[in-house]
């Protein structure tokens, strides 16, 4: 299994990204899909999950309307759309894959796959 991200960069504060997560190895149709984030000396943190396999969506109340996940089955990949960038937004971000049906955010002890990350920088 290989979950790869991309689409990581320099955004100016209120500017947008769009992060890639090209999986293969998954049966993907039943994997939660989830993005995460980790700044320097913080914990990784849920940022947003599309639940499989009812695709349901779930975001952490600190992107909510600026954020917005999608996945496509045929392509076996996940986005993570990130507009309005503020500078709390700024670490690394990692995809990750779940075989369960979530009610909200996962916490990382579930996560069954992960990706390496790819780095966001918000600058002020």
């Known amino acids: 299994v290989q979950l790869v991200e991309s689409g990581g960069g320099l955004a100016q504060t209120g500017g947008s990204l769009k992060l890639s997560c090209v999986t293969s190895?998954?049966?993907?149709?039943?994997?939660?899909i989830a993005w995460f984030r980790q700044a320097p000396g913080k914990e990784r943190e849920g940022v947003s999950c599309?639940?499989?396999?009812?695709?349901?969506?779930y975001y952490a109340d600190s992107v909510k309307g600026r954020f917005f996940i999608s996945k496509d089955y045929g392509e076996e990949t996940s986005w993570l759309q990130m507009n309005s960038l503020k500078p709390e937004d700024a670490g690394v971000y990692y995809c990750?894959?779940?075989?369960?049906?979530?009610?909200?955010?996962?916490?990382?002890?579930?996560?069954?796959?992960w990706g390496k990350g790819t780095l966001v920088t918000v600058s002020s």
């Open positions: 990750a894959a779940i075989y369960r049906t979530l009610n909200g955010l996962p916490q990382s002890s579930e996560v069954h796959f």
């Open positions: 190895g998954l049966t993907f149709r039943d994997a939660t």
């Open positions: 599309v639940s499989a396999p009812d695709l349901r969506q």
